[in-house]
């Protein structure tokens, strides 16, 4: 991986195409275009040195809080760290901007972003019952981004 950069409308078709690939409701290339540069929005990417999109991730700030959309890692490239890293730039992003708080939901069986999230102080905050297709629960998480240095790591 070389870089994590801001999102740019030239990265959305790739992203448009993770988000396919890994989501059972993917956002649209105009949904990911819109998110591009949008004022209350970070949207960044990681990318491969030849600039081919590894994965991204972005939020919505909201009341001096960020809301995650989603994070994804490309498959062919999952378990390489990227999503550590995505995460790691995510949370000094936020503390930047000055947010109080990150907050995100997550399916109950997605162990792996689970994971993630709690080993950079992530807590469990609730869980909304059946929010994935009327079936699934997701579970809330939540960061104090104040005075938080796990983008230090
Ligand atoms: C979740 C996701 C972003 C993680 O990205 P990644 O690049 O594969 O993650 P990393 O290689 O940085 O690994 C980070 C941590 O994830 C966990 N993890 C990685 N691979 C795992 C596996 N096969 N099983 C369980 N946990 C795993 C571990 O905690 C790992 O930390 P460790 O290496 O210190 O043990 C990626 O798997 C993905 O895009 N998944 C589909 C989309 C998704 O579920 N997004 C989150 C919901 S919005």
Same mark, same amino acid.
């Given at each position: 991986?070389?870089? =994590?950069?801001?999102? *740019?409308?030239?990265?959305?078709?790739? #992203?448009?195409? /993770?988000?396919? !690939?890994?989501?059972?409701?993917?956002?649209?290339? !105009?949904?990911? @275009?819109? %998110?591009? &540069?949008?004022?209350? !929005?970070?949207a960044r990417v990681a990318e491969d040195t030849d600039g081919s999109v590894l994965g991204f991730y972005s939020?919505? %700030?909201?009341?001096?809080?960020?809301? =995650?959309?989603d994070i994804a #890692?490309?498959?062919?490239?999952? &378990?390489?760290? %990227?999503?550590?890293?995505? #995460?790691?730039?995510l949370i000094y992003t936020a503390s930047l901007c000055g947010l109080n708080g990150l907050t995100l939901e997550v399916r %109950?069986?997605?162990?792996?972003?689970r994971r993630l999230y709690e080993s950079f102080g992530f807590k469990e905050s609730g869980i909304r019952k059946k929010f994935y297709?009327? *079936? @699934?629960? !997701?579970? /809330?998480?939540?960061?104090n981004v104040g005075g938080n240095d796990n983008f230090k790591r």
């Open positions: 991986m070389s870089n =994590i950069v801001d999102m *740019t409308k030239a990265h959305a078709k790739e #992203v448009a195409a /993770i988000e396919e !690939a890994t989501f059972v409701e993917p956002w649209s290339l !105009a949904q990911v @275009e819109e %998110i591009c &540069g949008k004022f209350g !929005a970070v939020y919505n %700030i909201v009341c001096g809080d960020g809301y =995650i959309n #890692v490309r498959e062919d490239a999952r &378990g390489k760290g %990227i999503g550590k890293a995505l #995460v790691k730039d %109950i069986s997605n162990e792996r972003a297709q009327n *079936t @699934e629960d !997701a579970v /809330i998480y939540w960061l």
